[in-house]
């Protein structure tokens, strides 16, 4: 069964750092773009960065300059770090990848369940 899985967040103060992870698991065929996404409380779900398989980045104007998106293609693994943290990045995380899987000819969306970051002293 493929899934994604997000790992690292959690609580930290204003000013601080977090390192997020996403693993990819599954018969995968090829994982084309990664990304992650964000959903505060009430809010819908805004983009933060994304990463092609060739490791072109785009970053939202709020993340740039704090977040540097990354990946390891021999893991599957995407990762977000996040410094200069602000209350205002209060949000669940979600990772989102572009996967062909083993034995489909097509991408196919996938989110992961997500994880919590907040940010407060």
């Known amino acids: 069964q493929l899934q994604l899985v997000e790992s690292g967040g959690g609580l930290v103060q204003p000013g601080g750092s977090l390192r997020l992870s996403c693993a990819a698991s599954?018969?995968?065929?090829?994982?084309?773009?990664m990304g992650w996404y964000r959903q505060a409380p009430g809010a819908q779900r805004d983009l933060v960065a994304t990463i092609t398989s060739g490791g072109r980045t785009n970053y939202t104007d709020s993340a740039k300059g704090r977040v540097t998106n990354s990946r390891d293609n021999a893991k599957n693994t995407v990762y977000l770090q996040m410094n200069s943290l602000k209350p205002e990045d209060t949000a669940v995380y979600y990772c989102?990848?572009?996967?062909?899987?083993?034995?489909?000819?097509?991408?196919?969306?996938?989110w992961g369940k997500g994880t919590q970051v907040t940010v407060s002293s």
């Open positions: 989102n990848a572009d996967i062909r899987p083993l034995g489909i000819r097509r991408e196919i969306g996938y």
């Open positions: 599954g018969s995968i065929f090829s994982i084309y773009t």
